[in-house]
């Protein structure tokens, strides 16, 4: 199909028959941004995982004909839950939430669903992508940036540059919105540290997942170099690249399971 116009990424700047007409036109791919508002620190946004978040989406969105819809962004913030002015959600609320959005979505025709999310570990979305699919046998994306092999942290930080703090500020000048962003602020020799952290990277690199809270301002949203736009960019574009890869994957994989009723996939014999 011929298009001679800019893709218009965003569900809400368009009519209900326009969405319509791109599902039925088979661009079924819709991607819905999943951020958190967390403290992170004296020197980021309580949004920053949502405004990054949302920039990879939208710069996603055009390359795959996906159709971006609002952000979800009160979330389970793992180990910030207690810190101030942190929002908490539970982890079940998340995935109940977020599920309820994904079932409208394949309701309006939606077989190819991504979830994006910078926030980690992803625990509440990583279990809903399975029980999605499961459940429904229509695939189900969920890329935790945090988790991605190709995420340009290595090259971000091999350049100087502090990858989440680097991130948020091109996505902030992408989207068009002023943050506060003071990496002055972060002052590491004052940091107090979080307890028993010795001992939980010793059990976390034997691959295990365990539970950690912050008990500090400092413990969270840290600086690893300076705040490098340009590089920033770079590497939410590598991101928005690698996800917009998949859209033609995740159509045979669509295919592949059209119509099959995933709870009777298993035959004897």
């Not at 602020?185 to 295990?208: F, H, K, M, Y």
């Not at 950690?212 to 705040?227: D, E, I, K, N, Y």
């Not at 033609?248 to 669509?254: L, T, V």
């Amino acid at each position: 199909m011929k298009r001679t116009k800019p893709w218009a990424c965003m569900a809400r700047d368009l009519t209900g028959p326009e969405v319509m007409d791109r599902v039925h036109s088979g661009d079924d791919i819709a991607i819905l941004p999943v951020g958190s508002m967390e403290m992170h620190g004296p020197q980021l946004p309580l949004g920053t995982d949502t405004v990054v978040a949302e920039a990879v989406c939208r710069m996603a969105a055009p390359a795959m004909h996906g159709t971006v819809f609002d952000t979800i962004s009160y979330t389970w913030p793992g180990g910030t839950k207690y810190s101030v002015p942190t929002v908490s959600m539970t982890m079940d609320m998340e995935t109940r939430y977020t599920r309820m959005v994904c079932d409208q979505l394949l309701r309006c025709g939606f077989h190819r669903i991504y979830l994006v999310q910078l926030h980690g570990p992803g625990i509440p979305l990583m279990r809903l992508a399975r029980e999605f699919f499961e459940e429904t046998a229509v695939p189900l994306a969920f890329f935790g940036l945090l988790r991605m092999p190709d995420n340009g942290r290595k090259e971000c930080e091999q350049a100087g540059a502090a990858w989440e703090a680097s991130m948020c500020a091109a996505a902030a000048k992408f989207l068009g919105e002023t943050m506060s962003i003071r990496p002055e602020a972060w002052n590491p020799p004052n940091q107090p540290p979080i307890p028993g952290l010795e001992a939980l990277i010793e059990v976390q690199a034997t691959g295990a997942t365990v539970g950690s809270l912050a008990t500090h301002a400092s413990h969270h949203g840290t600086f690893r170099g300076r705040v490098d736009v340009e590089q920033g960019m770079a590497t939410l574009k590598r991101i928005a690249d690698t996800i917009a890869r998949t859209a033609a994957p995740m159509a045979q994989w669509r295919d592949a399971w059209a119509g099959k009723d995933p709870t009777q996939s298993y035959s004897e014999g």
